[in-house]
């Protein structure tokens, strides 16, 4: 069964950094462009940063341009999301999934998400 499952986030104040993870379990993540996203309350889901099979190929949102970072290691079966100069705006739940591109509609497997708050 194709899993993925995402971990890092937490509460950190304005200015601070966070590195979330994505691990992926039952299928070959070295065949898969990965892509992370995120929803704000009462906002819809946007997409924030994507990473070739490879990883010789990253898409970013412009909002977070940078700031983030995605890098993956396929050994490791895992996907990064590296937060630095975080802002209030970044609140949200974050969500790793398979696909490319930053349109949710190319994405077919998704993880729970984790919640990554800023805050003083």
């Known amino acids: 069964q194709s899993q993925i499952m995402e971990s890092g986030g937490g509460l950190v104040e304005p200015g601070g950094s966070l590195r979330l993870s994505c691990t992926t379990s039952?299928?070959?993540?070295?065949?898969?462009?990965i892509g992370w996203f995120r929803q704000a309350p009462g906002r819809e889901r946007e997409g924030v940063a994507c990473?070739?099979?490879?990883?010789?190929?990253?898409m970013y949102a412009d909002s977070v341009k940078g700031r983030f970072t995605i890098s993956r290691d396929n050994a490791k079966n895992t996907v990064y999301l590296q937060m630095n100069n975080l802002d209030p705006e970044d609140t949200g739940i974050y969500y790793c999934?398979?696909?490319?591109?930053?349109?949710?509609?190319?994405?077919?497997?998704w993880g729970q998400g984790t919640r990554v708050t800023v805050s003083s």
């Open positions: 999934g398979r696909g490319y591109l930053l349109h949710a509609s190319a994405y077919d497997l």
């Open positions: 039952g299928f070959t993540l070295d065949t898969y462009a």
């Open positions: 990473i070739s099979s490879e990883g010789d190929s990253t």
